[in-house]
């Protein structure tokens, strides 16, 4: 079956720090990769995707790039911002899944000034 | 333009009570589906409806039942709460047209069972 794999947080930066929040997974088939943040209170929303091995998903100054021979897809951000304090989740689906998302269990960001 | 709207935002049932979840969405999206977020667990797949006029079961359906009355709307029936079924629960859309469309989640509605 599909599973994925993320860092347990929570994770605390100072604000202009360097982030990697990584994610491993494992399908059967060929998935397609996203990270979602939810921020307080609110529902998920997409950060960003990939949907073949070595594309780079960005979005927002994230990056992620879905490497196949590693089975990762690890969140990159080069400076982070107290807004960008949220819970960040790494999921998949595969071809002929009815797009249905596998999650990771979630890490919490927080970006103190 | 709303996207995906859930009710009722937050609801205290006692065991054994019933309760509907509504959810509704105006970006005529063929799939709808629902999850439940559990601390430490992520979001786990309940049912989902891949188009108008079928539903099928996901990771954890027991305990719920789901009706996709029209295009736009997709309720949750707890037919007899339980405290496990304490959650936050989030709906979800997509076009899937393609198989891998993003899916567009409401604001979620957090679930207390006394």
């Known amino acids: 079956g599909n599973s994925v794999t993320q860092m347990e947080g929570p994770v605390t930066l100072s604000e202009e720090a360097f982030l990697t929040i990584n994610c491993t997974y494992t399908?059967?088939?060929?998935?397609?990769l996203f990270w979602y943040v939810q921020y307080p209170g609110e529902g998920l929303q997409l950060l960003l995707k990939a949907t073949k091995a070595d594309d780079k998903g960005s979005n927002k100054g994230f990056e992620a790039t879905y490497r196949k021979e590693t089975t990762s897809f690890h969140l990159e951000k080069g400076s982070v911002q107290v807004s960008d304090s949220a819970v960040y989740f790494c999921a998949l689906t595969t071809t002929g899944g009815g797009n249905k998302l596998t999650f990771g269990t979630g890490t919490q960001l927080k970006v103190e000034l | 333009n709303a996207g995906v709207t859930q009710t009722p935002k937050f609801q205290v049932l006692k065991t054994g009570q019933s309760m509907t979840l509504q959810c509704a969405q105006d970006m005529n999206h063929n799939s709808m589906y629902w999850y439940r977020q559990d601390p430490g667990m992520g979001l786990r797949l309940i049912y989902y409806s891949a188009s108008e006029g079928t539903t099928d079961k996901g990771e954890v359906p027991n305990g719920y039942n789901v009706s996709r009355l029209n295009k736009r709307e997709f309720s949750l029936r707890l037919e007899s709460a339980a405290p496990s079924q304490t959650s936050v629960y989030f709906c979800a859309s997509s076009d899937n047209s393609v198989g891998t469309d993003t899916q567009y989640f409401g604001p979620g509605t957090r679930l207390t069972v006394l």
């Open positions: 399908a059967t088939g060929y998935p397609s």
